[in-house]
């Protein structure tokens, strides 16, 4: 079946260090990926999305490349705030039961940010 | 401002009872979801719907029931037969082609 795996955690930083989450899947078909983040006590956001290779998602200074190749899709930031300090989901969505996106989730990724 | 609501925040009971989570969209969206998340777990899918009165099961459905009987609404019963039911409870709805949105999400703990 579908899976992700995702960079295990905690990720400690200091402010406006470089952020790599590892991100890689398993999936029958072209799935479309995603990171979510969720913030201390909150649900999910969504904050990046790529539907086809080599599509780059990006948003608040986060990117991710679809990589079909190497079966990635890695987030990054270039200088990453106390604020970024939560934990961040991988997902991706496939076709399960006829025309319905069913979200396959890592297991989440807590990234604290040390000012 | 369009979104889903859940309610209770927290949410406790006493080991044996049943209770019911709420969850409510204004997005108009045709497809809900209930998912459970624990430390270091991810979020794992209970139950699904696609369409009002129609709904099938997730990964995790045993201890759980559902009912879709308004588009806006999807209640999800813990019932006292899931074993371990402490745990934090998402819902979310999307539209076809887009992606999921998320609720705040129920804390539920056992007594």
């Known amino acids: 079946g579908d899976s992700v795996t995702q960079m295990e955690g905690p990720v400690t930083l200091s402010e406006e260090a470089f952020l790599t989450i590892n991100c890689t899947y398993t999936?029958?078909?072209?799935?479309?990926l995603f990171w979510y983040v969720q913030y201390p006590g909150e649900g999910l956001q969504l904050l990046l999305k790529?539907?086809?290779?080599?599509d780059k998602g990006s948003n608040k200074g986060f990117e991710a490349t679809y990589r079909k190749e190497t079966t990635s899709f890695h987030l990054e930031k270039g200088s990453v705030q106390v604020s970024d300090s939560a934990v961040y989901f991988c997902?991706?969505?496939?076709?399960?039961?006829?025309?319905?996106?069913?979200?396959?989730f890592g297991k989440g990724t807590l990234l604290t940010v040390n000012p | 401002d369009g979104g889903i609501t859940q309610s209770p925040k927290y949410l406790f009971r006493k080991e044996g009872q049943n209770v019911t989570l709420s969850c409510e969209q204004n997005?108009?969206?045709?497809?809900m979801y209930w998912y459970r998340q624990d430390p270091g777990q991810g979020l794992r899918l209970i139950y699904y719907?696609?369409?009002?009165?129609?709904?099938q099961k997730g990964d995790i459905a045993e201890g759980y029931s559902v009912s879709r009987e308004k588009k806006e609404s999807f209640p999800l019963t813990v019932t006292s037969a899931q074993k371990n039911p402490t745990a934090f409870y998402l819902c979310?709805?999307?539209?076809?082609?887009?992606?999921?949105?998320f609720g705040p999400g129920t804390r539920l703990t056992v007594l």
């Open positions: 790529a539907t086809k290779a080599d």
């Open positions: 997005l108009n969206h045709d497809a």
């Open positions: 997902a991706l969505s496939a076709i399960s039961g006829g025309s319905n996106y069913k979200l396959t």
């Open positions: 999936a029958t078909g072209y799935p479309s």
């Open positions: 719907s696609q369409i009002v009165n129609d709904f």
């Open positions: 979310a709805s999307k539209d076809p082609g887009r992606e999921q949105f």
